[in-house]
């Protein structure tokens, strides 16, 4: 079964300066891998995904998230934090054939003016 | 186009009592999973639609929940004899494409049992 892993359930990051949140993930197949962002009292929004082609995938609000298999990795990164990046930020990973997704347990992104 | 919506927003209800949680999920999309939101467990996969196919209920935790989609549209999520341990926030999404595309999530009903 597939699985994902998030360390540090809280960051905090200085505006302006560069975002990273890690995931690793396990999976039995080839994964399908994503990242959510979720703003207080609201669902959850799409950042990237990565299926298959181009590893390095770029997303919306300027954070993009490389695909290394052989590091069984997919860290997001932004180059340069804004206040409105604070939220909670999920990785999640899913096989082709299994269509549930299986989060991390999610970072909570704190940014200092 | 309207998103995934669901109702209601918050639900506060007594220990025993069943209680019923709706999603609407964005028009054409095939596809509608719900999922479960606690600080202690994080989310989980509770059930899976896809079209006329047999859901996959993996992923309810016991028999008090149960889940139906009528007409391949609107879902419901109903809980039996709710317990203290089922507070949380419940999740729905929808999807057109179940292999790979994004799920599109709903802003999720509140349940708090007292």
């Known amino acids: 079964a597939q699985s994902v892993t998030q360390l540090g359930s809280h960051v905090s990051v200085s505006e302006g300066a560069l975002v990273l949140l890690r995931c690793n993930y396990s999976?039995?197949?080839?994964?399908?891998l994503f990242w959510y962002v979720q703003y207080p009292n609201q669902g959850l929004q799409l950042l990237l995904k990565?299926?298959?082609?181009?590893?390095l995938v770029k997303g919306i609000n300027g954070f993009e998230a490389e695909f290394k298999k052989s590091e069984t990795s997919f860290h997001l990164t932004k180059p340069s934090a804004h206040m409105s990046d604070a939220a909670e930020y999920f990785c999640a990973v899913s096989e082709w054939g299994n269509n549930r997704l299986a989060f991390g347990k999610g970072n909570q992104v704190v940014v200092i003016p | 186009g309207a998103g995934v919506s669901q109702s209601p927003s918050n639900k506060v209800t007594e220990k025993g009592k069943d209680v019923e949680l709706r999603c609407d999920p964005i028009s054409g999309h095939t596809a509608l999973y719900w999922y479960r939101q606690s600080l202690g467990q994080g989310l989980e996969f509770l059930i899976y639609?896809?079209?006329?196919?047999?859901?996959?209920k993996s992923g309810l935790p016991s028999d008090r929940f149960s889940a139906e989609r009528t007409g391949g549209s609107v879902s419901t999520l109903t809980i039996q004899r709710t317990q203290q341990e089922d507070s949380a926030v419940y999740l729905c999404a929808s999807s057109l494409d179940p292999g790979a595309g994004e799920q599109y999530f709903g802003p999720g009903t509140r349940l708090t049992v007292t």
């Open positions: 999976s039995s197949v080839p994964p399908y």
């Open positions: 990565y299926t298959t082609g181009a590893t």
């Open positions: 639609f896809q079209g006329n196919s047999a859901p996959d």
